[in-house]
T-cell receptor
Framework: QKEVEQNSGPLSVPEGAIASLNCTYS??????FFWYRQYSGKSPELIMS????GDKEDGRFTAQLNKASQYVSLLIRDSQPSDSATYLC??????????FGAGTILRVKS | SAVISQKPSRDICQRGTSLTIQCQVDSQVTMMFWYRQQPGQSLTLIAT?????????ESGFVIDKFPISRPNLTFSTLTVSNMSPEDSSIYLCSVERPLAGETDTQYFGPGTRLTVL
């Protein structure tokens, strides 16, 4: 059973702080990794994709990938109350199938 | 990204009935997917909708329960048949819209919230 693991949270951070969200995956051959944000009652919205080891930055978001450790993370700098949501880690298996983690609830306190 | 619409946005149905959910994309896409998100849970892939061929179902999902149509490259339907309260979920379609230099990026429709009484 291929799995994607995330801490369910909630992760609480003060406004302006860095939020760090983590994800581990079991399938060593996975090549594509995604972070989605899901507000309550809404559908998932793509934040970042990452394919290579290292960091990828997009605005306040940085995705980090370490394939040797089977670990992917998302950093949110200068966290805002509007960042409060559930963050879903997704890993692409063979055949373009996305396997999702259970999600981490992030709460940014103003 | 992609503009994806789903109909209906929500529905309340009686057990034993069926509901067909429509997914429309603003441009042609090769890959369309149907997911289920049960209350408080993450997303689970139901099937991949292939244009011109049968859908490919994941373990635990069968065609008799979740028949799928894909008549063209911009449209798909998912039917939830013979519903029971356990089918109460959000049903989401997604499409694969690769970005330049990236593959297999998926974008989601707004979802259909189904309640079965």
């Amino acid at each position: 059973q291929k799995e994607v693991e995330q801490n369910s949270g909630p992760l609480s951070v003060p406004e302006g702080a860095i939020a760090s969200l983590n994800c581990t995956y079991s399938d060593r051959v996975s090549q594509s990794f995604f972070w989605y944000r899901q507000y309550s009652g809404k559908s998932p919205e793509l934040i970042m994709s990452i394919y290579s080891n290292g960091d990828k930055e997009d605005g306040r978001f940085t995705a980090q990938l370490n394939k040797a450790s089977q670990y992917v993370s998302l950093l949110i700098r200068d966290s805002q109350p509007s960042d409060s949501a559930t963050y879903l880690c997704a890993v692409n298996e063979y055949g373009n199938k996305l396997v999702f983690g259970a999600g981490t609830i992030l709460r940014v306190k103003s | 990204s992609a503009v994806i619409s789903q109909k209906p946005s929500r529905d309340i149905c009686q057990r034993g009935t069926s509901l067909t959910i429509q997914c429309q994309v603003d441009s042609q896409v090769t890959m369309m997917f149907w997911y289920r998100q049960q209350p408080g849970q993450s997303l689970t892939l139901i099937a991949t909708a292939n244009q011109g061929s049968e859908a490919t179902y994941e373990s635990g999902f069968v065609i008799d329960k979740f028949p799928i149509s894909r008549p063209n490259l911009t449209f798909s339907t998912l039917t939830v048949s013979n519903m029971s309260p356990e089918d109460s979920s959000i049903y989401l379609c997604s499409v694969e819209r690769p970005l330049a230099g990236e593959t297999d990026t998926q974008y989601f429709g707004p979802g259909t919230r189904l309640t079965v009484l």
